[in-house]
Every structure is written in C-alpha cells, then in structure tokens.
C-alpha cells in the first residue's frame, strides 16, 4: 500500500515537472484525438451529459462542477475550494485521473502519450462554456 502509494506520488511529481514545460499543441490533431474520449464526453453547443460530464469550457472551469453529473467522491472533493481546470493540471489529470484526485476516478482511461495530451488539451481549451468556440 505504501509503496503503491510512493509510486503514485512520484508517477504526479515526474508529470507535474513535465507538464510545467507543456508545449501548446496541434488543434487539428487534438479534434481527431477527440474520438478517443468522445465514447464518454461530449463538446459544442449541444452538449449533453454521456458516461462523463460535457467538457464546454473545461479550461478554467470548476474541477467537479457539471450541473446535474454524478461525480465520484474525490473528484468533487478536488473542486470543493474553488479550484478550476487549467492546461498544466489537466495534462496531469489525463496521464492518471485517479492519482489526480487523490482517491478513486469514474474514469476509468489513462493517457500516457504526452503529445496526445497536448493536442487534445490544446482543442479543448477552444471552446467556451456554452460549447461555442472562443
Ligand atoms: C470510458 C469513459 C471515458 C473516457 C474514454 C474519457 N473519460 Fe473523461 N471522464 C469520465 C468520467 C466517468 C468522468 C467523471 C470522473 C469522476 O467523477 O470521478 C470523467 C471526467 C473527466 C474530466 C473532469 C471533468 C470535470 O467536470 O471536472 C475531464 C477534464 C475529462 N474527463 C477529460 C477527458 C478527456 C480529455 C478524454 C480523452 C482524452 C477523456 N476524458 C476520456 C469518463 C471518460
């Protein structure tokens, strides 16, 4: 248990340096990466609650805070003091949901592949939160 929880610790410290040198990413790329969350999430104006929440606005929106989704405990505890999404900690939630939040994730993905992230984090941040892009 420690040592799982050493490792999980390190595994956030090692993404937290990366992801302060995160580079912006390709949009175009980040719209076809898209298709790999877009069993569970959707985006754009007529966005509608999946398996996860809608992700309009993700890029400065209350971690947690989707109106009407059932969120697990750890990640709504994440968001309780206020704190919002920004590129840098969502490049380290994508690479280990549940070590972001420090307890059990309902997503259940791991993104390991950083220009992945970068891409898709990069197509994110376009949108605003009624789905529109900025
Ligand atoms: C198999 C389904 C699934 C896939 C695929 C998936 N997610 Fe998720 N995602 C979820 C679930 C379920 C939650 C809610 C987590 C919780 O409540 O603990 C979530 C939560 C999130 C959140 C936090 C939302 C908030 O309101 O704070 C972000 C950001 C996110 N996902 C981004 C992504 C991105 C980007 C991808 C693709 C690279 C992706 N997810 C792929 C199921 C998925």
Redesign the pocket.
């Known amino acids: 248990m420690i040592k799982a929880l050493r490792f999980a610790v390190a595994a956030l410290a090692a993404s937290t340096v990366s992801a302060a040198a995160m580079d912006p990413g390709d949009p175009a790329k980040g719209e076809q ?2 298709k ?2 877009a ?3 959707n985006i754009g104006p007529n966005a509608t609650i999946k ?3 809608p ?1 309009n606005g ?1 890029v400065g ?1 209350q ?4 109106e009407g ?1 059932s ?2 405990k ?3 505890e994440k ?1 309780a003091d206020g704190t919002v ?1 920004t590129e840098d900690m ?1 490049f380290t ?2 690479a280990d ?1 549940a070590a972001f ?1 420090g307890g059990a ?5 791991k ?1 390991p592949d950083e220009q992945f992230r970068r891409d ?1 984090i990069t197509y ?1 941040a376009q949108f605003n939160i009624d789905g529109e892009k900025k």
């Open positions: 990466d898209f790999r969350c069993v569970c999430h398996v996860g929440p992700l993700i929106r971690i947690g805070s989707w989704y969120y697990g750890a990640t709504k968001g999404w969502l939630y994508l949901p939040v994730s309902k997503m259940p993905m993104f898709v994110l």
